[in-house]
């Protein structure tokens, strides 16, 4: 086991100096505000520096290409241990906040998951608003970005790391010859929309500020905000507009974001079925639900509720997780059909989670051709996606992941129930934490958050977080013993 663990502590090291360095930002800005909260930044840049310097020296001689195992091994030890780090600053910035929960606060940022256990967020130092939303940035198109723009530069090939994380279309094609490449044209896309996103919302009536830290958090679709009433604290319908934008984007895969600017074309998006198949959803949704809400007498028009719901649900089913009302004290059937699209919609490939369009569509695909089979059992049906027949393994594949994805949903809600909360709190708080959505209902409903946890609860939805963004198999197979042996 030692002598696995040591081959990735060379290129960690380096990921972790590189990594230390996105801590300027918050120390200028601490710097800038005359805030105490300068040094805990700075005493994390040493730590981070000092301990990758470590990991790189300790790693040295068992340095080598990396192999798959590698990539798998290398992937969730990246996730831990930047969440560790990243955790510092807020636990030395914050009096009374234990690192336990400054830990899930940094994995919920690196996770894009937005699932938060601080309050009076509108009187925070600015440097810790900017942290959290520039983890959650970082997160969005995952860490594994950077390690295949930065491994090459070590010396070290990253497509085994790029293969070990991607999934869908993506990981089937190059988009360009080298991974450095790839990680160079995916961040090219997501700062360019990232920086579109915060002129929109400066124009929308943001600070440069609130627009800088929302438009990190619209496009990782993770849902940090500067300010405890969320997105409702602005009251305004052109920044939910914008953001209702921007988060069907990166719910988007990025792949077909590429394929788009490449061809100077939006032909891609027709051609991506994902895309398609999760905009005819949202869509459809956002109008029946609006209409479900009117005849329930939630609001007074249809336009009204057609506003909250559009935002809201499009929020919840990018796996974002803004929030511009209490979607709790909606009649809990148009809850509960949100927190379902949270764990349907997003595409593969993008910054959102869950089990992902393109899974969903191969698995209704699928049962529509067991039911065919039962009525002409002699005839021959492919599965298709895209006019592209898809294999038998990856079928398969699919239902692992679905069965996976329900045990883990099913156990970790068992273990929050026996451990003292509710029912709807403890599902929705499991769902949201694995499909990476941040709020989910009840106790942890967009109107609260999760301070109110036991220890014990927040390392139950820390463990689920990074399942799910890890897409459970990632984070599984280094458990295996088969995993370990030559």
Not at 245 to 273: C, E, G, K, Q
């Amino acid at each position: 086991m030692f002598k696995h663990l040591l081959r990735v502590t060379h290129p960690l090291g380096g990921l972790l100096l590189a990594f230390g360095f996105a801590l300027l930002p918050p120390i200028l800005v601490a710097a800038l505000d005359r805030e105490d909260a300068w040094r805990a930044f700075a005493a994390t840049l040493a730590v981070a520096l000092a301990l990758g310097l470590a990991l790189r020296r300790l790693g040295q001689r068992a340095r080598r290409e990396l192999r798959t195992r590698d990539g798998y091994l290398l992937v969730v030890a990246a996730w831990i241990v930047f969440a560790a780090v990243a955790a510092l600053p807020l636990w030395l910035a914050l009096p009374g906040l234990s690192y336990t929960r400054a830990y899930f606060e940094a994995m919920s940022g690196l996770t894009t998951t937005g699932a938060t256990v601080l309050s009076g967020l509108d009187f925070l130092p600015r440097a810790v608003n900017l942290w959290r939303s520039e983890l959650a940035w970082l997160g969005g198109l995952g860490i594994i970005g950077l390690a295949m723009a930065v491994l090459p530069l070590l010396g070290i090939g990253g497509m085994q790391v790029y293969r070990a994380e991607a999934t869908g279309p993506i990981k089937e094609s190059k988009l360009t010859p080298r991974a450095k490449q790839t990680a160079r044209s995916l961040w090219l896309i997501y700062g360019t929309l990232t920086a579109a996103c915060a002129v929109a919302l400066r124009a929308a009536g943001m600070s440069w500020f609130d627009a800088i830290c929302h438009a990190f958090s619209a496009l990782s679709l993770t849902a940090f905000s500067t300010h405890d009433r969320n997105i409702a604290w602005f009251q305004a319908p052109l920044v939910e507009a914008v953001l209702v934008v921007f988060m069907l984007l990166s719910a988007i895969n990025f792949a077909t974001h590429y394929l788009a600017w490449r061809d100077r074309s939006l032909r891609a998006y027709l051609r991506d079925p994902e895309a398609r198949a999760m905009l005819l959803l949202v869509l459809g949704s956002c109008l029946l639900v609006a209409l479900y809400l009117r005849l329930a007498g939630t609001y007074g028009s249809y336009w009204t509720a057609l506003r909250y719901v559009g935002f809201n649900l499009v929020s919840l089913a990018t796996d974002c997780g803004f929030s511009s009302t209490d979607y709790g004290q909606w009649p809990l059937a148009a809850a509960l059909w949100m927190l379902l699209l949270s764990c349907l919609t997003a595409s593969a490939g993008s910054t959102g989670g869950g089990i992902k369009m393109i899974r969903t569509e191969v698995l209704f695909k699928h049962s529509a051709r067991e039911l065919y089979g039962l009525v002409h059992p002699t005839a021959v049906y492919s599965l298709k996606l895209g006019g592209q027949a898809v294999a038998e393994r990856t079928v398969l594949s699919v239902f692992s992941f679905i069965h996976l994805y329900t045990i883990t949903v099913v156990g970790l809600s068992l273990l929050l129930v026996a451990s003292g909360m509710d029912f709807l709190s403890a599902f929705s708080a499991v769902v949201a934490a694995v499909n990476n959505l941040g709020p989910g209902l009840g106790t942890v409903g967009p109107a609260s958050n999760y301070a109110a946890l036991s220890e014990f609860q927040i390392w139950v939805c820390t463990v689920a977080m990074l399942a799910g963004r890890l897409e459970l198999f990632i984070l599984l197979v280094p458990l295996t013993p088969a995993f370990w042996r030559d």
